[in-house]
């Protein structure tokens, strides 16, 4: 096990009150604002004082939106290179920002989830001498470039490279992920892997039968899949699967979520003539997530990016469901095939079909492994309490030492 890991599930010591500014420049809805809520009702519930810095969010902002309102039309209006410049601009008001918050609580420490172009925070950290913890969910000046183009490609790779290479500790939610950030010159000794995690509370308690009969699938085997729709997720090998030779008649996939995928996905239904085996469900509002999983007797994970820590993983895991991923590094740091899961190789749409198929027709081994990735949560600390209590030890460390 990687050292990274191992710290990361190693028990902490009771740390004392500590008072946290939280830095973050999120304006969506989606996973990324589940993961800020999450930590910080975490930090909050244990005992720490935790003042926000970040720009308003609209509680009707898109889920799956990167932007909100006037944010999202400026990045669709402008080229690239002047969108970006506007991001660096950004750092004025948000430093005005976080300067009056900080002198409002003057925090022991710094929490910040790092976004691109975002220099307001390790800016407030220099010149306070106050500790700066950096989590990092995706090197994204990378990810930009290749999923929606970047404008100013070289000063983004570089500004990157200076926040990492100053924040005091950086939180990477993977081991691949810290492992890209030691290449990128993070001295290793600052780098510790903490991964998404999961309440689950929000998940025990609900009736699997009565979740299906809500959605009208009464009687059915149902693969189910929670998430934003993209094209690049795999969800149309979900639906050619459906019309493969021996899957139970029974077998149906429930599609949680909405996105720019969605038309796509339902034309294909159609062609193949697959209407009254899938049910788009659409967007469900986070308190009904879990009662909504519940429903899933095989959960689905097509694909995920290498450095990923998927959120919707942790919550398959909770709800105790049998799950189908790829077989990769960041996937098998929280899931064993044949144990916790079943896992195929990656971007091999005929091995997804077959475990597909192989869980489908065995109600045994799903229950098996559904029971085994539930005990995971526990067992490995893949809680946010649990993150909260690794996360305060890091600054007691940083802010005693």
Same mark, same amino acid.
């Given at each position: 096990?990687?050292?990274?890991?191992?710290?990361?599930?190693?028990?902490?010591?009771? *740390?004392?009150?500590?008072?946290?500014?939280?830095h973050?420049?999120v304006?969506?809805?989606?996973?990324?604002?589940?993961?800020?809520?999450?930590?910080?009702?975490?930090?909050?519930?244990?005992?720490?004082?935790?003042?926000?810095?970040?720009?308003?969010?609209?509680?009707?902002?898109?889920?799956?939106? *990167?932007?909100?309102?006037? !944010?999202?039309?400026?990045?669709?209006?402008?080229?690239?290179?002047?969108?970006?410049?506007?991001?660096?601009?950004?750092?004025?008001?948000?430093?005005?920002?976080?300067?009056?918050?900080?002198?409002?609580?003057?925090?022991?420490?710094?929490?910040?989830?790092?976004?691109?172009?975002?220099?307001?925070?390790?800016?407030?950290?220099?010149?306070?001498?106050?500790?700066?913890?950096?989590?990092?969910?995706?090197?994204?000046?990378?990810?930009?470039a290749?999923f929606?183009?970047?404008?100013?490609?070289?000063?983004?790779?570089?500004?990157?490279?200076?926040?990492?290479?100053?924040?005091?500790?950086?939180?990477?939610?993977?081991?691949?992920?810290?492992?890209?950030?030691?290449?990128?010159? !993070?001295?290793?000794?600052?780098?510790?892997?903490?991964?998404?995690?999961?309440?689950?509370?929000?998940?025990?308690?609900?009736?699997?039968?009565?979740?299906?009969?809500?959605?009208?699938?009464?009687?059915?085997?149902?693969?189910?899949?929670?998430?934003?729709?993209?094209?690049?997720?795999?969800?149309d090998?979900?639906?050619?699967?459906?019309?493969?030779?021996?899957?139970?008649?029974?077998?149906?996939?429930?599609?949680?979520?909405?996105?720019?995928?969605?038309?796509?996905?339902?034309?294909k239904?159609?062609?193949?003539?697959?209407?009254?085996?899938?049910?788009?469900?659409?967007?469900?509002?986070?308190?009904?997530?879990?009662?909504?999983?519940?429903?899933?007797?095989?959960?689905?994970?097509?694909?995920?990016?290498?450095?990923?820590?998927p959120?919707?993983?942790?919550?398959?895991m909770? @709800?105790?469901?049998a799950?189908?991923?790829?077989?990769?590094?960041?996937?098998?740091?929280?899931?064993?095939?044949?144990?916790?899961?079943?896992l195929?190789?990656?971007?091999n749409?005929a091995?997804?079909?077959?475990?597909?198929?192989?869980? @489908?027709?065995?109600a045994?081994?799903?229950?098996?492994?559904? *029971?085994?990735?539930?005990?995971?949560?526990?067992?490995?600390?893949?809680?946010?309490?649990?993150?909260?209590?690794r996360v305060?030890?890091?600054?007691?460390?940083?802010?005693?030492?």
């Amino acid at each position: 096990m990687d050292g990274h890991l191992a710290a990361f599930i190693a028990p902490r010591a009771k *740390t004392k009150s500590l008072r946290i500014l939280y830095h973050h420049r999120v304006v969506s809805r989606d996973g990324q604002h589940v993961h800020i809520d999450e930590m910080i009702a975490a930090l909050r519930g244990l005992g720490h004082y935790v003042e926000m810095a970040s720009p308003a969010v609209p509680e009707t902002a898109d889920p799956g939106e *990167t932007g909100a309102g006037f !944010v999202a039309l400026l990045k669709r209006a402008l080229p690239a290179p002047v969108y970006e410049a506007i991001e660096i601009a950004y750092n004025l008001p948000a430093f005005a920002r976080i300067v009056a918050v900080w002198r409002h609580c003057r925090p022991d420490a710094i929490y910040e989830r790092y976004s691109l172009y975002l220099l307001a925070g390790i800016a407030l950290a220099k010149l306070t001498r106050t500790k700066l913890l950096l989590e990092v969910n995706a090197p994204l000046a990378k990810e930009r470039a290749r999923f929606g183009g970047l404008g100013l490609a070289g000063v983004a790779r570089r500004l990157e490279r200076f926040v990492w290479q100053q924040a005091d500790a950086v939180l990477p939610v993977s081991e691949p992920l810290a492992a890209y950030l030691i290449e990128e010159g !993070v001295d290793p000794a600052r780098v510790t892997v903490i991964p998404n995690a999961i309440d689950p509370a929000r998940y025990d308690g609900f009736d699997a039968e009565t979740a299906k009969a809500a959605f009208g699938l009464s009687g059915r085997i149902v693969l189910g899949f929670s998430g934003f729709m993209r094209e690049w997720h795999g969800l149309d090998g979900l639906i050619e699967a459906l019309a493969m030779p021996g899957l139970p008649q029974a077998a149906h996939l429930l599609l949680i979520g909405d996105g720019p995928a969605r038309l796509a996905l339902e034309a294909k239904v159609a062609s193949l003539g697959l209407q009254s085996r899938v049910t788009f469900a659409g967007h469900v509002a986070r308190e009904d997530i879990g009662s909504a999983i519940a429903a899933f007797d095989v959960a689905l994970q097509p694909s995920a990016v290498a450095y990923a820590s998927p959120l919707k993983l942790f919550e398959y895991m909770a @709800a105790g469901k049998a799950i189908i991923a790829p077989d990769q590094p960041n996937i098998r740091e929280a899931l064993t095939d044949g144990d916790s899961a079943l896992l195929f190789e990656p971007n091999n749409r005929a091995a997804m079909a077959t475990a597909i198929l192989r869980l @489908a027709s065995d109600a045994d081994l799903r229950r098996r492994l559904g *029971t085994a990735a539930r005990r995971q949560i526990d067992e490995r600390g893949f809680t946010w309490e649990a993150n909260a209590r690794r996360v305060a030890g890091i600054a007691q460390r940083l802010t005693t030492g």
